[in-house]
């Protein structure tokens, strides 16, 4: 399929359910977690938004990501759907990269390689997921890929603003029009938990970004598999984590 227009959107809010203000939390050294997650990512070669609430606790998000070069949007709390959307319509954009700020392992490479990988495929492809099974890669690594006019489509199929769908944004776009990214030349590390979500998610990204060094901004899913997996103490720490439900909210 033809990209115009790519668009990268990073989903944020300072509230959290589990880990309250996480997004601000240090993680490489004293750099804070959306730092550390805006500077992998800038190496896509696209321009990147980021999304997050109109309420006034989420000044500081936005102020945040203003400082960091971001264009920002804001709108509704619960409807993120609605805010993805809404830089679309901003923006004119064929593709979207969703990125949700509680993943600082993504990178720009994996990025570059979605969108490729997106281009080549036929025009009944919607986009590109990373969890679906049988999943290679650590859950919250890869991000998600989708054709605009999807969610364009769901923003007015769903109309109920409560739908745990329009919170998750793309969990009701068609999954048999979804590729699932795998790639055979890359190692499988299914098992470990690479998103923060609670405080031992936290103290795991700490450890394994000291064990990635000064180096980290720039390392690669190779390069981080390759430190980690001599650090088994660092990966086994959060695998017992629960992830939520999707009717969770």
């Given at each position: 399929?033809?990209?115009?227009?790519?668009?990268?959107?990073?989903?944020?809010?300072?509230?959290?359910?589990?880990?309250?203000?996480?997004?601000?939390?240090?993680?490489?050294?004293?750099?804070a977690l959306l730092d550390v997650l805006v500077r992998r990512v800038?190496?896509?070669?696209?321009?990147?938004?980021?999304?997050?609430?109109?309420?006034?606790?989420?000044?500081?998000?936005?102020?945040?990501?203003?400082?960091?070069?971001?264009?920002?949007?804001?709108?509704?709390?619960?409807?993120?759907?609605?805010?993805?959307?809404?830089?679309?319509?901003?923006?004119?954009?064929?593709?979207?990269?969703?990125?949700?700020?509680?993943?600082?392992?993504?990178?720009?490479?994996?990025?570059?390689?979605?969108?490729?990988?997106?281009?080549?495929?036929?025009?009944?492809?919607?986009?590109?997921?990373?969890?679906?099974?049988?999943r290679q890669f650590p859950l919250g690594f890869v991000p998600e890929v989708v054709r605009a006019a999807a969610l364009?489509?769901?923003?007015?199929?769903?109309?109920?603003?409560?739908?745990?769908?329009?919170?998750?944004?793309?969990?009701?776009?068609?999954?048999?029009?979804?590729?699932?990214?795998?790639?055979?030349?890359?190692?499988?590390?299914?098992?470990?938990?690479?998103?923060?979500?609670?405080?031992?998610?936290?103290?795991?990204?700490?450890?394994?970004?000291?064990?990635?060094?000064?180096?980290?901004?720039?390392?690669?899913?190779?390069?981080?598999?390759?430190?980690?997996?001599?650090?088994?103490?660092?990966?086994?720490?959060?695998?017992?984590?629960?992830?939520?439900?999707?009717?969770?909210?």
């Open positions: 399929m033809v990209i115009d227009h790519a668009v990268g959107i990073i989903q944020a809010r300072l509230s959290s359910t589990r880990l309250p203000g996480k997004i601000l939390a240090p993680v490489a050294g004293r750099t800038r190496s896509s070669g696209i321009p990147w938004w980021l999304a997050t609430t109109d309420l006034p606790s989420d000044d500081v998000t936005a102020a945040w990501g203003d400082a960091l070069g971001l264009e920002v949007f804001r709108g509704s709390e619960r409807d993120v759907l609605s805010r993805f959307t809404g830089v679309i319509e901003r923006t004119g954009a064929d593709v979207v990269v969703r990125v949700t700020a509680d993943n600082p392992f993504t990178d720009g490479a994996t990025v570059r390689r979605l969108l490729d990988i997106l281009r080549g495929a036929d025009d009944a492809t919607l986009g590109i997921r990373g969890g679906g099974e049988p364009l489509e769901l923003d007015t199929s769903i109309v109920d603003v409560a739908s745990a769908h329009r919170t998750h944004v793309t969990s009701a776009v068609d999954k048999d029009a979804l590729l699932t990214y795998s790639d055979a030349s890359l190692p499988s590390r299914a098992r470990w938990r690479w998103t923060i979500d609670t405080a031992t998610d936290l103290a795991m990204a700490r450890r394994a970004f000291d064990v990635a060094g000064d180096g980290w901004p720039d390392l690669s899913y190779v390069g981080f598999v390759a430190a980690l997996d001599a650090r088994p103490d660092i990966t086994s720490m959060n695998e017992q984590v629960p992830q939520k439900a999707v009717e969770d909210g």
